[in-house]
């Protein structure tokens, strides 16, 4: 077993072990945990000659605090092996250890090896580590898991679809082309249409006559395949073309009606796999799918692995990249609801995002899914071309705050955009992105904040009066919760703030320890329309964290909030919840940086999530009781935060979390380790609830993607 403990200046950062013979050399890499020991258990070769210890695989800095090699009897090492496959290995997760040991020998006789090797080869998986910002690591990926992944998805595809959807099903493609056409981005274009599995498609070149005269290979390019369709309009006197929404309308003849960034490429199997997924789901009505960039060299890198619809997450950034399909009937109900002249001069980028924007009002509206994703990379930007998918007119981050803000005022809503926090590398550059603020309503509701505590005043008292004085919406209640306090200066505490405070209230619970008992205790003696689950050792940093969570409460569509959570160092403690990570749920970029962008800029955008911590949640009173609050039979201790969550999304509203409620955690010094035989087992039996319970959703989270790991909490790929 190799442990150890390291500081680093560079999140997602591994060591490397190298173990050299006379004859080969071996190398494992360790994916480094801030704040935790490191372990992993390495089968040393025969004749091993010497042991290299690399400290940390990219340029930063690094204090080694605890390093050193422990011999495992073969007892202890299988035990840690099949738990490991049972909490980590896709095929294993679940597990029981019998089951698996039955498996790795059935895998053993196929293949003719050892279920130790099996085994083995199965552990060392678990703790692939592939960083997304690093090339060399993206190329790693591609070789060993999508060139596998894809060739099985695209089997499937053939086997199931080909000859029935292929004869009927039309794709529309649309281009926005300019005077700065590059002819070479066009043409790549055009060639990886042409070269798609799935053969009826049409594009739709927008463009003006001025272009067209301007470039004159551009009109026999396109006249090259009968499937393509050139509109050359006149310009207006503004120097500005007509709307290209309804010239790609009025020549689209497909099924499915789309945008394509010129210069974008397509993979083979695009439209194949497009036409697979509305055979699978025929009631569909958007589609997108995962993408990457392409540098000077022709490597790939950057990859943007895009989770399910997330609207928050939409108004925050424009996440949906290159490449959008609709169907004809809900791209006509998105067209018709914006002003011609939103859309000129606007790059296919641009309207990609602004007609998703649209498809928020459907997906209110509709108690049916109607957008899907392909988690698949199937579009390739050049880096080259990036700059064709910015106007003249400002940034990315400049373009989705107009699209934002005409989108909130076209529909009458009570919330105005503004620049949110700078994104280092986005969407191809330096950039904003989007802050809506969501208007307070004018009767400010009472929130009812309630923070269970026993003894232990010296976090309790920092964390009370931290709220009572840096917390600029008053309209609030605390309700200290006493769970059998037996200290003297903290029952003195409790009397002296409340009596010093009219807002504090302090209720004994006279029963074992039981968080979610304790909260439904609290719920019920609350007197506000918002419930505030708190715990007692959280302070907050900023003003505004209530203002900020109340404001997205009230919206009718959402359910909990969840803010921004450190730990006191300043490294991240919780930015949401990613179901099955780590077996049951974990917390998203844990241990990252304070001022870290996160991936794809999430640790700086407000977006929705499948779940939140109860260190600090907020929901309404009414969807409260509508769940029936919080698990206290099954879920006494553990992931009742997560099961209230999974309720209230099940009951029709979307959870958000917030980077604009930023809040210190002393993580769970209250209730101590769960270390004992009887605390471990009590874990185990919250553990089977879960997986029982939410099978399907902890190994789908739709605020995640299919293609990051479920190990590690730093979005690395799987």
């Known amino acids: 077993m190799v442990e150890i403990d390291m500081e680093r200046s560079v999140t997602g950062a591994a060591a490397v072990i190298t173990f050299e013979t006379d004859d080969r050399i071996h190398t494992v890499e360790l994916p480094l945990r801030a704040g935790k020991i490191t372990r992993r258990m390495l089968r040393v070769p025969r004749g091993v000659r010497r042991i290299t210890l690399c400290p940390i695989n990219s340029h930063g800095t690094f204090r080694l605090k605890h390093f050193r090699l422990v011999w495992l009897t073969p007892r202890f090492a299988k035990d840690r092996l099949l738990q ?11 597990l029981g250890k ?35 910002c690093n090339i060399t690591d993206y190329a790693k990926w591609i070789d060993v898991v999508e060139s596998l992944g894809q060739g099985l998805v695209n089997a499937k595809v053939a086997d199931r679809i080909a000859p029935e959807i292929t004869s009927d099903m039309v794709f529309s493609l649309g281009m926005i082309v300019n005077e700065d056409i590059d002819r070479e981005a066009f043409g790549d274009s055009l060639q990886s249409l042409i070269a798609q599995t799935h053969p009826r498609w049409q594009l739709v070149v927008s463009t003006s006559d001025k272009t067209v005269k301007k470039h004159d290979w551009l009109a026999a390019c396109c006249a090259s395949d009968e499937r393509i369709t050139l509109l050359a309009e006149p310009e207006r006197a503004t120097g ?62 950057s990859p943007n692995f895009k989770p399910g619809w997330n609207p928050d997450l939409l108004l925050s950034t424009p996440y949906l990249g290159h490449l959008g399909l609709w169907s004809r009937e809900q791209w006509q109900a998105c067209r018709d609801s914006l002003e011609v002249e939103d859309n000129l001069m606007a790059t ?64 009458d809503v009570a919330a105005v955009a503004e620049p949110g926090k700078v994104l280092l590398e986005a969407n191809g550059g330096t950039g904003e992105n989007v802050r809506v603020r969501w208007q307070l309503p004018e009767s400010q509701p009472l929130v009812s904040l309630l923070v269970p505590t026993r003894d232990g005043i010296e976090i309790l008292k920092p964390c009370v009066d931290a709220i009572l004085a840096h917390t600029e919406y008053r309209h609030f209640e605390l309700l200290i919760l006493d769970n059998q306090s037996t200290c003297p200066q903290t029952h003195g505490y409790m009397r002296e703030v409340a009596a010093r405070d009219e807002r504090v209230r302090v209720l004994h619970w006279d029963e074992p320890f039981n968080y979610s008992a304790i909260n439904n205790f609290g719920a019920r003696e609350a007197r506000g329309d918002i ?53 049951i749920a974990g917390h998203a970029h844990r241990f990252f940086n304070r001022d870290e962008d996160g991936f794809q800029g999430r640790l700086k955008s407000t977006q929705n999530l499948s779940a939140v911590t109860a260190a600090c949640l907020l929901l309404r009173r009414s969807v409260f009781d509508e769940v029936n609050g919080l698990n206290e039979e099954k879920l006494a201790v553990a992931y009742n935060d997560v099961d209230l969550c999974l309720k209230v999304r099940e009951a029709g509203y979307r959870n958000l979390w917030t980077p604009y409620a930023e809040l210190y955690h002393h993580e769970s010094i209250s209730r101590g380790a769960d270390d004992t035989p009887k605390k471990r087992a009590r874990w185990l039996s919250e553990c089977e609830y879960m997986r029982t319970t939410w099978a399907e959703q902890l190994d789908n989270d739709p605020a995640y993607n299919p293609n990051l790991t479920l190990v590690h909490e730093d979005f690395s790929l799987r």
């Open 348 to 411: 296919a980028t641009d309207l990609i995002h602004q007609l998703a924007l649209e498809m928020i009002e459907s997906t209110r509206k509709s108690h049916q899914s109607l957008i899907w994703r392909v988690s698949q990379v199937l579009v390739h930007v050049p880096d080259d071309h990036l700059s064709l998918t910015v106007t003249d007119q400002g940034s990315w981050g400049t373009r989705h705050l107009e699209r934002v803000s005409d989108y909130l005022a076209r529909h």
């Open 84 to 94: 490991r496959l049972s909490t980590n290995h896709r095929v294993c997760r679940g």
């Open 98 to 132: 019998k089951e698996i040991l039955m498996l790795l020998d059935h895998e053993a006789h196929i293949q003719r090896l050892t279920w130790k090797e099996i085994a083995l080869d199965y552990y060392d998986s678990t703790f692939l580590h592939f960083n997304p």
């Open 240 to 301: 500005r073309f007509t709307d290209p929404l309804t010239d790609i309308n009025s020549a689209a003849v497909g099924d499915w009606v789309g945008l394509m960034t010129t210069g974008a490429t397509l993979s083979a199997d695009t439209l194949t796999c497009f036409a697979w997924l509305v055979k699978e789901k025929p009631q569909a009505g958007f589609l997108y799918c995962d993408e990457d960039r392409i540098d000077g060299d022709g490597h790939r890198h």
């Open 531 to 583: 419930i505030g689950l708190v715990n007692n050792d959280i302070e907050p940093m900023n003003g505004e964290w209530l203002t900020e969570m109340v404001s997205q409460v009230c919206r009718p569509d959402i359910g909990c909030v969840g803010a921004k959570l450190y730990y006191p160092n300043g490294t991240i403690q919780h930015a949401g919840v990613i179901l099955g990570l780590g077996s």
